[in-house]
């Protein structure tokens, strides 16, 4: 099972519309989406370039995973995200190598798409999404 594109980047950042105008005014994208995802305490402002897309990341709250994200390592990359079009059964491929995963299931992530995590333990050291429709 092979992954088609990069969905999207996930990028920690500090303050959302600071760096919403960074990516417009300097790299030239248009943000066309703002969304709260409660479940992960983060607001969310999403850019495409290609079939990728750039998810930035702002915390709601410091407890939640993009708040201690930031307290530890500070704004920047979070996670890169593969698609996958079925991504239960890309997340159940994984697990059966020996990968350890964040989520056994796909869960409902921004836009409503289906998405799971892989552990960073077992991911070279970078946290990785399974996404997909
Ligand atoms: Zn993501």
């Known amino acids: 099972m092979k992954p088609s594109h990069i969905e999207h ?7 959302l519309e600071e760096s919403i105008s960074y990516y417009e005014n300097i790299l030239g994208l248009e943000c066309y ?18 079939d990728t897309k750039i998810e930035l990341l702002e915390s709601t709250d410091p407890d ?28 159940k491929l994984a697990e059966s190598k020996g990968v350890q995963l964040i989520d ?19 991911t070279q050291g970078v946290l990785t999404e399974f996404c997909g429709e």
Do not use: C, M, W
Not at 9 to 15: K, L, R, T
Not at 71 to 79: A, F, S
């Open 104 to 122: 056994k299931e796909p869960r409902k992530g921004a836009e409503g798409l289906r998405i799971g995590f892989l552990h960073p333990k077992s």
């Open 9 to 15: 980047i996930g990028i920690a950042v500090a303050n």
């Open 33 to 50: 989406a703002v969304e709260e995802v409660k479940d992960q305490k983060v607001r969310t402002a999403f850019f495409r370039l290609g």
């Open 64 to 91: 939640g995973p993009i708040g201690k994200f930031i307290e530890k390592k500070g704004p920047g990359v979070h996670h890169l995200a593969f698609a996958y079009r079925d991504v239960g059964e890309a997340l």
